[in-house]
């Protein structure tokens, strides 16, 4: 069972890194025409909304928001498990044309967010594709970087970034857990 060895983000601060994204988002792409965010099942999805009304609480505008479900697109499937459980993926907008957010609670090695590019390329074209999440945690394998990053936490393989969200944990934090 895993230990938590430090909890690095609380409430304020995670709802101020997500303020800073939403900011960002906003100012890279002069306002919101054209922008969608699509979080990613299961954290990214709520962290996709709290920016969403980040936006609307800045700018007064309505970011569309939907959310994907990458199982399929995973380049390790098999260690994932043989039958991979299917969630819905809801984009209720066309992606074709639009500035495309992935939003993520942690990137780690890349490959959840090349699977997303995959995933939001079956749906259509977008003019751009751009990489939102709350925590970086380093050791990439592959060379994918986010746009907006709420902290960058420097981990060890051996340790774990749980990011806790209401929806799913009750409580909002970002805390590191170390495998026993």
């Known amino acids: 069972m895993p230990t938590v060895k ?29 922008v969608v965010l699509i979080g990613i099942r299961r954290r990214g999805v709520p962290l996709a909304r709290m920016i969403a009304d980040q936006i609307a609480r800045f ?28 969630s819905n993926t809801r984009v209720p907008f066309s992606v074709t044309g639009k500035r495309a957010v992935i939003v993520d609670d942690v990137i780690y090695t890349g490959r959840t967010a090349r699977a997303a590019i995959e995933a939001i390329f079956a749906l259509g074209r977008p003019a751009m594709v751009q990489l939102a999440v709350l925590v970086d945690r380093g050791h990439r394998e592959l ?3 986010a746009d907006y990053v709420g902290k960058n936490i420097p981990t060890s393989h051996s ?13 909002t934090a970002v805390k590191i857990l170390t495998k026993d």
């Open 59 to 86: 700018e007064g505008a309505q970011v569309p928001v939907g959310e994907i479900d990458i199982m399929l697109y995973r380049d390790d499937l098999t260690a994932v498990g043989d039958s991979p459980r299917v």
């Open 143 to 145: 060379p994918i970087r």
């Open 159 to 171: 340790e774990v970034v749980a990011v806790q969200l209401p929806e799913y944990d009750g409580v």
């Open 6 to 34: 430090a909890t690095l983000m609380e409430e304020a601060a995670i709802n101020r890194a997500v303020s800073r994204i939403a900011h960002e988002i906003i100012e890279r792409n002069d306002g919101t025409e054209d």
